[in-house]
């Protein structure tokens, strides 16, 4: 089935310096006092609480996102068959959370075109455009839950990730997402596999963001111009970048993919904190103290990004500081 006709990342590049994506989805459930102590992670909520996933989006929205990704990361057709949970609800709940999304984005939408009746519509076009909806495609370490995104070394073959990866795709697809989001990919041979399964469905396009050990490498050790050499074939991949590392490892790394590709470079980092896979809790380091988010975004978008958010422990004011900067 196909999404569009027109790549959506391109159409929006081409009237406005940059994409806003929006913030952490798990972290902020957990603010609204959602329990994820859960190999499903976010996606419990999917079976508990959907109300609060539509509500996280509209947040994001109203603080100025300009695209949406889906509560989707952790939702698999094999993580909710260990939750008894059969295939066929299974892929009824990973087209709802491109529903929720969708549902968050009309109404704030809706809402916007009421307030600016008497405003100058053109304008407000120019300022911001219709937001998008990206549905979350996370890697094969999501579903093992024991940190295994941040390594990528799972000893799997291509056929074994395709067939773990296709009925979520095509789940999201059916589902009518503007586009999907390969995210925190820790491996290349994983890059490759969801590239060419993306090969199947015709119109659909995809950004492709990777998980890193530094700002040179991605998280098992690959080069990101490597990385850049072996995707720049794949027109259906609209934007390569980074999500979930460290702003001073991002910055590095989104120059990097700037220096040898001419698609639009995404970044969208996590707050700096780090997560232990075995207690499932994260930790502040000392040496995490940065810049506010927006002087941050600032030096992505001179190192090269293009699609800047926030990841994992981001906040909706956050983001709201992203927008603050190319809508003032």
């Known amino acids: 089935m196909k999404i569009s006709d027109q790549n959506p990342i391109a159409a929006i590049l081409d009237n406005h310096p ?9 972290t902020e459930l957990e603010r609204h006092g959602c329990n994820l102590d ?12 959907p109300e609060l996933i539509r509500r996280v ?30 295939e066929a609800e ?16 009309d109404t704030f939408w809706m809402q916007k075109e009421d307030e600016q009746k008497n405003e100058d519509p053109a304008a407000d076009q120019r300022q911001r455009p ?26 799997f073959s291509d056929e074994r990730l395709t067939a773990f990866h296709r009925p979520r795709m095509q789940a999201l697809v059916e589902a009518g997402a503007d586009l999907l989001a390969f995210e925190t990919i820790p491996s290349l041979q994983e890059a490759r596999v969801l590239a060419n399964l993306l090969e199947e469905f015709p119109g ?3 950004w492709m963001s990777f998980s890193l050990r530094d700002g040179q490498t991605i998280s098992e050790g690959t080069s990101i111009e490597e990385c850049v050499q072996a995707l720049e074939p794949y027109a259906q991949i609209a934007a390569i970048g980074v999500n979930c590392a460290p702003s001073s490892a991002a910055a590095e790394a989104v120059a990097r993919f700037a220096a040898c590709t001419e698609k639009p ?16 809790t994260w930790h502040v380091r000392e040496s995490t103290a940065c810049l506010p988010f927006a002087d941050s975004a600032r030096a992505w978008y001179e190192a090269g990004a293009r699609l800047i958010g926030g990841c994992c422990r981001t906040t909706p004011q956050q983001i709201a500081e992203i927008a603050a900067v190319w809508r003032d």
């Not at 994409?19 to 989805?25: N, T, V, W, Y």
């Not at 859960?38 to 609480?49: G, K, N, T, Y």
């Open 57 to 86: 989006h509209e947040d994001y929205f109203r603080a100025g996102a300009d695209c949406a990704i889906t509560a989707s990361y952790q939702a698999t057709v094999e993580g909710f068959a260990a939750r008894g949970i059969e």
């Open 265 to 280: 470079v995404l970044v969208y980092p996590n707050s700096g904190e780090t997560y232990d896979a075995t207690t499932k």
């Open 38 to 49: 859960d190999p499903l992670w976010s996606a419990r909520v999917l079976l508990e609480q």
């Open 130 to 155: 219709k937001p998008l909806v990206a549905a979350s495609v996370g890697p094969y370490g999501a579903f093992l839950a024991d940190g295994s995104e941040y390594v990528g070394h799972y000893g």
């Open 18 to 26: 940059v994409l806003i994506l929006d913030g952490a989805m798990a």
């Open 90 to 105: 299974a892929l009824k709940l990973i087209r709802q959370t491109v529903s929720l999304a969708a549902q968050a984005r």
């Open 204 to 206: 659909t396009f995809a």
